[in-house]
């Protein structure tokens, strides 16, 4: 692996993405970035990185390849297609896969990088695009501890914790069971503000009480699903620029796919994937999954 990492392959500057690359270029890294939207290309460049127009411009001088894609099978395409990261890294480059993607699908990439002579972790975040864009993530990591530790000065430029979970894909692990969580206590904060509506309680009372009490959370007290109480929450602005539902719904997906492999039947996360199937299908998929508490709201 390289000693000193000064030059950064960034792939995937989505609403995450975008936040991440640019704390990066202000740390002082030399950040290579590549998406398949031009538009985001110029964004970060705006940000004061570099444009690349393929995988293989970006990675061609990276001491690290960070990428942050929607799904699985984005990453796998990503790595191991055609012009992909492991067909064109440096020799000695740290492949860091920060999205939210299977166990197994983790653990397979950072067998298929090692057979290449990569280290890979899988370094997924929570946190959301506020945090993405403040660099105040949480990263879970996957992988050996010496690969860990190399990652850590690049990934603290983007967060305030970085995580050794466990073995490659344990990072994934960690993720997937934090946002099971997460899908379940959002529901349960929406199915309670809208209770307090209907029993007639101001809102702001409603969550200046619930915030200091046991029903505290971060689905109240970080992201509350309803306007004027947190001010960076989506609730505020409609519910755009947040974490998707179909985002949401992929993740609980990948849980229940977790779950099944360890025989387990989460009553609240299957009951949770209903709710969001449904609110995915009845309003635009990329409103924040917070948004769910209209659908709610209507039953
Ligand atoms: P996004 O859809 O906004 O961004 C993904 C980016 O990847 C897009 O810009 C897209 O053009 C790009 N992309 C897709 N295929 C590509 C390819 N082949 N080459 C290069 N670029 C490609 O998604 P996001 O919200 O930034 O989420 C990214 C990941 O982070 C997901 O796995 C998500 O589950 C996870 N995550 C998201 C949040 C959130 O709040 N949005 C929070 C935690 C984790």
């Known amino acids: 692996m390289v000693d000193e990492i000064a030059n950064i392959a960034f792939i995937g500057l989505g609403a995450m993405g975008a936040g ?48 942050m894609l929607p799904t699985g099978d984005h990453v796998r395409e990503v790595h191991a297609g055609a012009g992909g990261v492991l067909a064109h890294a440096c020799k000695g480059a740290l492949l860091l896969d920060c999205s939210t993607i299977a166990v197994e699908d983790a653990r397979s990439l950072a067998a298929q990088a090692e057979a290449h002579g990569f280290a890979m972790c899988d370094a997924p975040v929570s946190g959301g695009v506020t945090a993405a864009q403040a660099g105040t993530l949480t990263f879970m990591v996957g992988g050996s501890s010496n690969h860990v530790e190399a990652s850590k000065p690049v990934l603290s430029a983007m967060g305030k914790a970085v995580i050794h979970a466990g073995e490659a894909g344990a990072g994934q692990a ?31 009372a409603f969550f200046d009480i619930a915030s200091q009490s046991s029903g505290q ?83």
């Open 20 to 67: 991440m690359a640019a704390n990066l270029a202000k740390a002082g890294y030399r950040v290579y970035a590549f998406d398949v939207v031009a538009e985001a290309v110029s964004a970060a460049v705006s940000a004061g990185c570099l444009a690349t127009n393929s995988i293989g411009e970006a990675v061609a001088d990276a001491h690290v390849v960070i990428t």
């Open 217 to 299: 959370s971060w689905s109240m007290t970080s992201y509350a699903p309803v306007p004027g109480l947190v001010p960076t929450a989506p609730s505020n602005r409609d519910f755009a620029n947040g974490f998707a539902g179909a985002l949401m719904l992929k993740d609980l997906r990948l849980a229940l796919q977790a779950n099944d492999s360890v025989d387990l039947r989460p009553a609240l996360a299957l009951k949770a994937e209903e709710i969001y199937s449904e609110y995915v299908v009845n309003y635009a998929p990329n409103r924040d999954f917070s948004g769910v508490i209209d659908m709610l709201r209507n039953r």
């Open 174 to 204: 960690a993720k997937i069971c934090n946002n099971m969580l997460l899908a379940v206590t959002m529901i349960g904060t929406c199915e309670a503000f809208v209770l307090a509506e209907r029993l007639g309680l101001d809102p702001k």
